[in-house]
């Protein structure tokens, strides 16, 4: 039986099998690498991963997003109350301070827990190893990671999530831990034990925070030297700085804000998401065009990096 392990990402999950003396990240139900974090709920059935995501816009009201960072937090926190702006579903306050998130489901208004999506989001997971792993009929045993500095009431939380998926969590592992040992498994030409060792600074620009670590590396052995990590300074807050110029450039050019419309909203954001990775890679100026964005207009516009 081998071991899964699931990267909990904030936008994207990867599933990685240790089978045949290797590590492979598997694919799945559309020969993707990345499941995208994603829930959405139906009259009919809830969805997750790649379908949820495809029916986001046409059914927003009951599609969460960004709920990595929700998990183990109470609804007046302050970071919870930042994120609820990334969350196109309505958020509530429930008894004893937990964050409910609303949507209607089977007909009917229901609520859950940040949890309870997750565990939405694992079930998934699991099915996407499940049809890989042939071999095995059922998945139960995994690993899944996260940020470092996710505290206890996150990591119970989690644990929670895991076991609502029918999952038996082995272990929680750190996300710069999981990292370093990539790293660091393969390397033939570190240090031996007693020399100097070779330090190595990690950095990961996620989606909702970015996480930076030093290693230092003997040959078997890898020691944390120090973590930080900015929840702002990410992919998701260049995306927003990117849909507020164009708010303001498609107010200018074509007298429309898009900040009233839910959906052209997240339209927005996505269209800003894909301009960021083609301005990451090209210093020409990136066109944007967005057919029937709102008010039956189309738009369009241009950035340079
Ligand atoms: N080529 C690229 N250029 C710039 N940003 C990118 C590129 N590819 C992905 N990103 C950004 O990286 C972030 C995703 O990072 P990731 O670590 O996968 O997030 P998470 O683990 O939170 O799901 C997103 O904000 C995405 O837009
Ligand atoms: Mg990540």
């Known amino acids: ?5 699931f990267d909990l990402g904030n936008l994207n999950c990867y599933i990685a099998v240790a089978r045949q003396g290797g590590i492979e990240v598997i694919t799945n139900d559309y020969s993707l690498h990345a499941t995208p974090s994603c829930v959405s709920f139906g009259p009919k059935t809830r969805v997750m991963g ?4 495809q029916q986001a816009n046409t059914n927003l009201n009951n599609t969460v997003i960004n709920f990595k960072h929700l998990i183990g937090r109470r609804f007046t926190d302050q970071r919870t109350q930042q994120i609820r702006q990334w969350i196109p579903c309505e958020m509530i306050q429930l008894p004893d301070d937990h964050i409910g998130l609303k949507v209607n489901y089977l007909g009917e208004q229901r609520v859950f827990t940040p949890e309870q999506i997750v565990a939405a ?3 998934k997971l699991k099915q996407i190893t499940e049809n890989n ?3 095995v009929s059922k998945v139960t045993d995994c690993v899944v990671s996260v940020p470092y500095y996710f505290t206890d009431a996150q990591r119970r939380a989690l644990l929670a999530a895991t076991q609502m998926a029918d999952l038996n969590c082995l272990r929680i592992l750190n996300e710069s ?4 040992l990539a790293y660091g498994i393969y390397k033939q030409d570190l240090p031996a034990e007693g020399e100097k060792a070779r330090n190595v600074l990690f950095l990961d620009v996620g989606h909702a925070a970015s996480q930076a670590y030093i290693v230092a590396y003997n040959k078997g052995k890898l020691s944390m030297l120090g973590a930080a990590y900015d929840l702002d300074a990410a992919g998701r807050g260049f995306d927003g700085v990117l849909r507020d110029h164009f708010r303001h450039d498609f107010k200018e050019r074509y007298n429309i804000d898009a900040a009233t419309k839910p959906r052209a909203w ?3 954001l996505e269209e800003c998401e894909k301009l960021k990775k083609q301005m990451s890679a090209n210093s020409t100026p990136i066109p944007i065009n967005i057919e029937c964005f709102m008010d039956d207009k189309d738009v369009s516009g241009k950035l340079q990096r």
């Open 1 to 5: 039986m081998s071991v899964v392990g």
């Open 50 to 53: 790649d379908a949820a995501k």
């Open 121 to 123: 989001l694992l079930v």
């Open 133 to 135: 792993l042939r071999e």
């Open 177 to 180: 831990t999981a990292v370093a």
């Open 266 to 268: 997240q339209r927005l």
